[in-house]
């Protein structure tokens, strides 16, 4: 009788060990931005000089990394996008590979900044610091 005691009360604290560890945790989602672009538009040339050196040290940049693409040319392995970027230069969050939003134009360093935040935000990463504050 004590032994089937002892394996009751074994295989309880087994079950109650595993119950404890709960089921394995979501994996974080990738996210990324993708520039459409091309040779000689004026307003990419305008990000390359205002945004891009800037991109990797904001909390945007480090949410999203910053990925580029011809206009007309295939979209990069494990991209889709909704449609064809119609003009650059086009910027587009991608969630795991998978189009999330868009900015179509680069409408300035002032505007970009917060409208980018925000589809950040709404594809699912919070930016906690101020645009300002980020902006070096």
Do not use: N
Request: glycine letters at 10%.
């Amino acid at each position: 009788m004590a032994r089937i005691a002892e394996r009751l009360l074994g295989g309880c604290a087994l079950a109650l060990g595993f119950a404890a560890v709960g089921p394995a945790p979501a994996a974080a989602a990738e996210l990324s931005m993708l520039m459409v672009e091309q040779p000689g538009c004026h307003y990419c040339a305008r990000f390359d000089d205002e945004i891009a050196p800037k991109w990797p040290k904001t909390d945007e940049g480090r949410a999203a990394p910053l990925q580029r693409m011809r206009l007309g040319a295939e979209p990069p392995a494990g991209v889709t996008l909704d449609a064809p970027p119609p003009l650059t230069p086009t910027f587009v969050v991608l969630v795991d590979g998978t189009e999330h939003g868009r900015l179509v134009g680069y409408p300035g360093e002032d505007f970009f900044w917060p409208m980018i935040a925000q589809l950040i935000e709404r594809a699912g990463t919070d930016l906690t610091t101020d645009q300002t504050e980020a902006t070096p």
